[in-house]
């Protein structure tokens, strides 16, 4: 079985532009969580998707914003890009909400100049 | 809320040491706990978790930890170190019902041969 997929792999934009992200879960997965990897802030949480409804989210501004589709699939989107967006960004799916496992995907890196 | 230190960002060991990687977490109700293990350019891989019942828990590649409620903690052990467990750990504490990790500041392990 295909592991969590994310594309691009590697993205470099300038401030003020715009960037999405996308991910594909694990066949059969029905929820999909979004987290930012930073070395001065760490792995934290942006938001989670099920059902193609978020679920939750983390303390992150709103030019972060995200989606899912009825094949689970889902996307980021960042807008307004700021140096400090600069990062590491991680999907994650599970089966379920409460699936106590979550599956990674490689990450996108992106670099903002 | 949730939350999970990680004591010593970087921990060195030689080849065929003890391994022993620190964590601490708080939470306001029964956490759901987790070890992850992240190796360069790549995503989060679970190495082991914590959810309920036996408190010492296996993972994969000979890691151990064990679920203290007393102490709040969940470190992480491997009997003998090798060349290949140099890599980033990062401890994560969640709750039931949600799928969002909040990590601690992750611990690069260093092998010595």
């Known amino acids: 079985k295909a592991g969590v997929t994310q594309t691009p792999r590697y993205l470099i934009k300038t401030r003020g532009q715009q960037v999405t992200l996308s991910c594909s879960p694990i066949?059969?997965?029905?929820?999909v969580s979004w987290y930012q990897q930073t070395p001065g802030q760490g792995l934290q949480f942006l938001f989670e998707?099920?059902?193609?409804?978020?679920?939750n989210k983390g303390n992150f501004p709103g030019r972060f914003s995200g989606r899912q589709f009825s094949n689970s699939r889902s996307e980021m989107n960042v807008s307004t890009l700021e140096l400090g967006d600069s990062a590491l960004y991680l999907c994650?799916?599970?089966?379920?909400?409460?699936?106590?496992?979550?599956?990674f995907g490689p990450g996108t890196r992106l670099t903002v100049l | 809320a949730q939350s999970v230190t990680q004591l010593g960002s970087h921990v060195s060991v030689s080849e065929g040491a003890l391994v022993l990687l620190r964590c601490n977490y708080s939470?306001?109700?029964?956490?759901?706990l987790f070890w992850y293990v992240q190796y360069p350019n790549q995503g989060l891989q679970l190495l082991l978790k914590?959810?309920?019942?036996?408190?010492l828990v296996k993972g994969i590649n000979g890691f151990e930890a064990e679920f203290k409620k007393s102490e709040t903690s969940f470190h992480l052990t491997k009997p003998s170190a090798h060349m290949s467990d140099a890599a980033e750990y990062f401890c994560?504490?969640?709750?039931?019902?949600?799928?969002?990790?909040?990590f601690g500041t992750g611990t690069r392990l260093t092998v010595i041969p």
């Open positions: 994650a799916s599970s089966l379920q909400v409460n699936s106590y496992e979550q599956f």
């Open positions: 939470s306001s109700v029964p956490p759901y």
């Open positions: 998707y099920f059902s193609e409804t978020q679920r």
């Open positions: 914590y959810t309920t019942g036996a408190t």
């Open positions: 066949s059969g997965h029905r929820s």
């Open positions: 994560a504490v969640s709750v039931a019902g949600a799928n969002n990790l909040f």
